[in-house]
């Protein structure tokens, strides 16, 4: 039994190869003209928590370049710089175009082929570190039966001491100098006040945990 | 005449404020690498040129450094559990041979005020060490001993209980909407406001007249005692 048509058969929209790899390298052309070269940092899992779904301890141990066209051209999106009860928050938001081919091309090496949620994205010019969150794998959908990029929605990222060691000196050295530039075991970042509170208690705080009149 | 013509302040609320904030400066979380982190901490409530200014200084641009504790005043009111006459006295706690004055009160006014603590982590693992750090102390309650009211020099016992505390784990959503975990805590710390202060002389000599009783006019001995 033959198999039923109902689109044109003389025309082939979805199924050339060769269009497709024309566009493709139109794509690849296009974000490499408008685009911004980028740093790949994929997430290492170090101590993963099966119970909770996460790794404090995550590293990051990589960094590799790719091209990527930002798709908000007017800035970053999201909630901008937001004071909350816990500090001053960069709630920033982009994302970035990416083709699909010169991804898997650049990542090779690492047995990376897709962008994944979780690992980061460092942006040189605004020097922000950007938590991947999502991946559109369908947007624009099929052109030409094919899909050509990763639409790559983005955060700015949440520090929580994880371990940074990508052997690119420019972010290693910002990671050292900018954001993990103190002893997190006996100092604290810029929002903690602990010492000057602890200062100021001592000349007229008395608290003593081993006295049973200061439990009540 | 007014009132309230006198201008008094004894920082009390700030006393409380610092007191209570000691409580939680000493909190660390252990990571499973070996990471010891000292939790930060600061009052939640800070003007704006103060918060934005040290931002302004740091080159790399992340959302935020997780954990942190942040804490604020969120109101008062007066606690008629613990009120006392407001006619007594309360006196300067001082030795009263060295000096000719002391500073005097009427009775102070027993308040409460009400303190909200925000953790903020990225992991759970962090959140559930911070509380469990904080909420067992709190059985229900905490007393931490102060020197306030620098006037008076008074030892006070602050009772400090957690009224509640929740978490909010906020996870649904798109897979680009924001994931945030907080846990809120909720404290009474029992403290009082105090009075106007002004000055009594103390009693240097005390003259003692022994008389006979069936001749009031005739003093039988006398003792004077500095």
């Known amino acids: 039994m033959c198999a039923t048509y109902m689109i044109n058969q003389y025309v082939s929209n979805y199924n050339e190869t060769s269009e497709q790899d024309l566009q493709d390298d139109l794509v690849v052309e296009a974000i490499q003209m408008k685009g911004v070269d980028m740093n790949y940092l994929p997430r290492t899992l170090v101590d993963y928590d099966y119970l909770f779904g996460e790794d404090p301890s995550s590293a990051f141990n990589g960094s590799y370049t790719i091209e990527m066209y930002p798709a908000n051209v007017d800035g970053f999106g999201g909630g901008g710089d937001m004071i909350t009860t816990i500090g001053f928050e960069i709630k920033d938001t982009a994302t970035f175009l990416v083709s699909k081919s010169r991804f898997a091309e650049e990542l090779q090496t690492q047995s990376i082929t897709k962008p994944m949620v979780g690992d980061l994205l460092y942006l040189p010019i605004t020097r922000s570190f950007l938590e991947i969150k999502h991946v559109e794998d369908e947007s624009p959908f099929y052109e030409l039966g094919k899909q050509y990029i990763w639409e790559v929605k983005t955060e700015t990222f949440e520090f929580s001491y994880e371990s940074f060691e990508t052997g690119d000196s420019t972010i290693d050295d910002l990671i050292n100098n900018d954001i993990m530039y103190y002893d997190p075991e006996t100092e604290t970042e810029e929002y903690g006040k602990n010492d000057e509170i602890q200062t100021e208690s001592d000349t007229f705080v008395d608290f003593n945990e081993n006295d049973p009149f200061g439990v009540k | ?226």
């Open chain 2, 1 to 226: 005449m007014a009132a309230l013509d006198q201008h008094f302040y004894h920082n009390s609320i700030r006393t409380y404020t610092a007191a209570f904030g000691t409580i939680f400066n000493n909190i660390y979380i252990v990571r499973s690498d070996g990471k010891k982190i000292k939790i930060p901490l600061s009052y939640s409530s800070r003007q704006k040129f103060d918060i934005t200014q040290k931002y302004e200084e740091t080159n790399a641009h992340t959302k935020v450094k997780f954990p942190r504790i942040g804490f604020v005043l969120t109101g008062w009111s007066r606690d008629p559990q613990r009120i006392q006459n407001k006619h007594d006295l309360m006196y300067q706690q001082i030795d009263r041979t060295q000096v000719n004055t002391v500073n005097k009160q009427l009775n102070r006014v027993p308040y409460i005020f009400n303190y909200q603590v925000t953790v903020g982590t990225k992991n759970l693992d962090d959140m559930f060490q911070i509380m469990e750090q904080i909420a067992a102390w709190f059985n229900p309650s905490l007393n931490i001993n102060i020197t306030e009211n620098p006037d008076l020099g008074i030892e006070t016992s602050l009772n400090v209980m957690m009224t509640d505390s929740n978490l909010a784990d906020d996870y649904e959503g798109q897979m680009e909407d924001e994931k945030t975990l907080i846990s809120t805590f909720n404290f009474d710390v029992e403290g009082f406001l105090y009075m106007p202060t002004s000055n009594q002389g103390v009693i240097q000599t005390i003259t003692l007249n022994y008389y006979d009783l069936n001749d009031p006019d005739t003093i039988l001995e006398r003792d004077i005692i500095p």
